[in-house]
T-cell receptor, first 113, second 114 residues
Framework: DGGITQSPKYLFRKEGQNVTLSCEQNLNHDAMYWYRQDPGQGLRLIYYSQIVNDFQKGDIAEGYSVSREKKESFPLTVTSAQKNPTAFYLC????????????FGSGTRLTVV | EDQVTQSPEALRLQEGESSSLNCSYTVSGLRGLFWYRQDPGKGPEFLFTLYSAGEEKEKERLKATLTKKESFLHITAPKPEDSATYLCAVQAENSGGSNYKLTFGKGTLLTVNP
């Protein structure tokens, strides 16, 4: 079955540490997205990529980095520059056609310890 | 700037008590309005897409409707398993040149008591 796989489900980060969240899709979607979800704030866009080897900053990109070396993969690195990284992170993908929504992964909960 | 406002923030119903959730939007040319269901600790699950005013779509106990300014998600005779957060999102006509961006509301947390 096609879908999006995020791993790990839970991740703990020490102060000053970089961590990488994995996102893999087998839907043959061109576009991929990373969102952050905090209680009471809804989904906020971190980065997005429409094609391989190209990505753009979203609304809250500071302290995060991404790569898109393969169509299927869009990993997100939370760097030590992100001062408040504790959140629920969602990866999504879509085809590049207006009128189509996103397919979401199951999320990664990141906690700073 | 595209905006989506969902109300109420939280809704508590008794099993079988029908109600509606509201999604008001401001967008420069609506290309699509999307409803998602999100269970705690999981990713949003797609429910419906609506494209034009007057359109309606149904799935089991849920029916989504669309006007030029808002969308409603009607829940008929809800069951406890309908408890979840329901998210609304819009896509603008001019978003294709950028990122096919969806703008999300903050969601409505629905609790259905047995």
């Amino acid at each position: 079955d096609g879908g999006i796989t995020q791993s790990p489900k839970y991740l703990f980060r020490k102060e000053g540490q970089n961590v990488t969240l994995s996102c893999e899709q087998n839907l043959n979607h061109d576009a991929m997205y990373w969102y952050r979800q905090d209680p009471g704030q809804g989904l906020r866009l971190i980065y997005y990529s429409q094609i391989v080897n190209d990505f753009q900053k979203g609304d809250i990109a500071e302290g995060y980095s991404v790569s898109r070396e393969k169509k299927e993969s869009f990993p997100l690195t939370v760097t030590s520059a992100q001062k408040n990284p504790t959140a629920f992170y969602l990866c999504a993908s879509s085809i590049r056609t207006l009128g189509y929504g996103y397919t979401f992964g199951s999320g990664t909960r990141l906690t700073v310890v | 700037e595209d905006q989506v406002t969902q109300s109420p923030e939280a809704l508590r119903l008794q099993e079988g008590e029908s109600s509606s959730l509201n999604c008001s939007y401001t967008v420069s040319g609506l290309r699509g309005l999307f409803w998602y269901r999100q269970d705690p600790g999981k990713g949003p699950e797609f429910l419906f897409t609506l494209y034009s005013a007057g359109e309606e779509k149904e799935k089991e106990r849920l029916k989504a409707t669309l006007t030029k300014k808002e969308s409603f998600l009607h829940i008929t005779a809800p069951k406890p398993e309908d408890s979840a957060t329901y998210l609304c999102a819009v896509q603008a006509e001019n978003s294709g040149g950028s990122n096919y961006k969806l703008t999300f509301g903050k969601g409505t947390l629905l609790t259905v008591n047995p």
